[in-house]
């Protein structure tokens, strides 16, 4: 396979008991559901899952929910998944809420190599519990310290074989902040491109953030 296309046999290979995902996506939108898939397959479990909800009941990420593959969620809401709200209120899933720009800013300074950032988000409510106060110019701020994890799970519409990647529309969200927030970054594509079919101008995550593009082209039979 030339550049960075891998099947998904090696994918779901790359998967451990006990690793850190992260996972692009909003209520659905954008959600990087052939890799889902892959993790589902791979038979590892006890996750920690960064993402901006929880999606549906056994629906695009909370397939990951429903299979009992996440003991801890950390995300800005449950969304409607009700099974979350079962296994968080029964003390199966470990819950960390976070505001929702300030989970987007933890996963940036994660991809950034930053060490967190200062925002007065939740001063003065149960956010704040077990934070850092730092005050700078007389001003309080609480300290959110930066997310990253061991592997990305990104959806695009389009990818190279190099790995840059373009999206489209709201599919955009959390995707181009996660694929730089991880050791290892793979892809869920909707359409595999030659490396010239883009400019340069049109690409949004440079592929020296992408490890490993999912393919089916060519599989064999």
Excluded: W
Excluded at 85 to 96: D, F, H, P, R, S
Excluded at 129 to 154: C, W
Excluded at 178 to 202: H, N, P, S, W
């Amino acid at each position: 396979m030339p550049g960075k296309f891998a099947f998904a046999d090696e994918i779901t290979g790359l998967f451990e008991d006990g690793q850190t995902l992260i996972c692009g996506g909003f209520a659905n939108c954008g959600v990087p559901n052939h890799l889902i898939q892959c993790v589902i397959d791979s038979g590892a479990r006890h996750f920690t899952l960064i993402s901006n909800d929880s999606g549906d009941a056994d629906l695009t990420i909370g397939r990951l929910i429903h299979h009992g593959l996440v003991d801890k969620l950390i995300a800005s809401h449950i969304g409607r998944n009700t099974e979350t709200v079962a296994l968080v209120e029964t003390g199966k899933i470990q819950l960390e809420l976070v505001p929702q720009g300030s989970l987007a800013e933890r996963i940036r300074c994660g991809g950034a190599g930053l060490g967190g950032v200062l925002t007065k988000t939740g001063l003065g409510t149960m956010v704040e519990e077990g934070k850092h106060r730092v005050v700078v110019n007389g001003e309080v701020y609480l300290l959110e310290t930066a997310l990253r994890a061991d592997i990305a799970l990104v959806r695009a519409r389009t990818a190279d074989p190099l790995g840059n990647l373009t999206y489209r529309g709201t599919m955009r969200n959390f995707n181009p902040l996660v694929a730089k927030a991880a050791q290892m970054t793979l892809v869920d594509a909707d359409m595999l491109v030659d490396v010239d079919e883009y400019g340069v101008d049109r690409i949004v995550t440079p592929g020296v953030y992408v490890d490993k593009i999912l393919t089916t082209q060519g599989e064999n039979k």
